[in-house]
């Protein structure tokens, strides 16, 4: 409940505000119909091969795989009770095994709903969040994450091979994999409770903003930059075009988002109590999280 409010609600209000400027400013690079539009919305678009609102979308589909399978899990859960560690040593197990047997139709119905490519990245974050509750990493868990670190940089240079082709740029190797380590050892720093001194409400608030920024940024970016390129200074329009979207981020936190998620969350709610096996509980979490930390912001 929490999730699909607090990722459709911002969503959705981006990705109307990325048609409306493709309609009216993307020609003649950029276009977007009614029907792509209406697609986009269910975040269903990769699946039926019908191009994306923005080029940014394509992790919101690979977050959608995994929030089916996080749905599998709750329903699993009513039945057996399984810890989520063990789940996720199962799908480490099968994301070590997956480069060995690649080729097989059926394990490429599994890679659908595995998303073996990304699976490192979900299954540490897992592993992660069992650790933050311990505050301790131990020899089966940082051997876990260890070997989720060696996969993402497995597939990171897989694309990095895929992409010196596509864009005839050489990436290099040393850079990717000093990367992919800062990445997992910010993590591990955060769930371990190093970086508390970060812990402060206007962190959090640029966090928030993060969201809208990201789906926003690419396509209007480019739409910008296609228009005004050769009439503006483009150090100029570089640092319009990126206050322009910081601006709208914040504005859409600030002001949009709490009362968006809150009137999604009604009427979510009055379907979700259609099911005898549901029950529909007050405000989620994390919208009034955004309003405590917008509060915050506004008393300071």
């Not at 596509?166 to 190093?194: C, D, H």
Request: hydrophobic share 50%.
């Amino acid at each position: 409940m929490s999730r699909v409010v607090r990722l459709f609600s911002v969503y959705w209000l981006c990705a109307f505000i990325t048609y409306m400027v493709t309609l009216f400013f993307g020609a003649p690079r950029f276009h977007a119909t009614l029907g792509q539009f209406l697609l986009n919305l269910t975040l269903l678009q990769d699946f039926f091969d019908v191009e994306r609102l923005d080029g940014a979308y394509w992790t919101m589909s690979v977050e959608l795989r995994f929030y089916a399978l996080a749905l599998g899990y709750l329903i699993l859960y009513r039945y057996k009770k399984i810890k989520i560690s063990t789940i996720a040593y199962i799908w480490l197990a099968l994301s070590v095994i997956h480069p060995l047997v690649q080729g097989n139709i059926i394990v490429k119905a599994i890679d659908l709903f595995l998303i073996f490519e990304w699976s490192p990245a979900f299954i540490s974050g897992m592993l992660m969040a069992e650790i933050y509750k311990s505050k301790k990493v131990n020899i089966k868990n940082g051997t876990a994450i260890f070997i989720c670190f060696i996969l993402s940089i497995f597939h990171r240079m897989i694309y990095a091979k895929i992409a010196m082709i596509k864009y005839q740029e050489t990436f290099s190797k040393p850079i990717i994999v000093a990367v992919m380590f800062a990445v997992y050892v910010i993590m591990l720093l955060v769930i371990l409770g190093r970086l508390k001194w970060l812990n402060k409400p206007y962190f959090l608030y640029l966090g928030i903003m993060t969201y809208p920024l990201y789906l926003l940024h690419q396509r209007i970016g480019y739409i910008i930059f296609n228009n005004l390129m050769g009439h503006y200074n483009k150090y100029l329009i570089l640092a319009g075009t990126i206050t322009l979207m910081i601006t709208t981020s914040f504005i859409i936190v600030k002001y949009i988002a709490a009362p968006l998620s809150k009137y999604f969350e009604k009427y979510l709610g009055i379907l979700i109590n259609f099911f005898p096996d549901l029950r529909y509980k007050s405000a989620s979490l994390e919208t009034k999280g955004i309003e405590k930390i917008s509060n915050s912001i506004s008393d300071k």
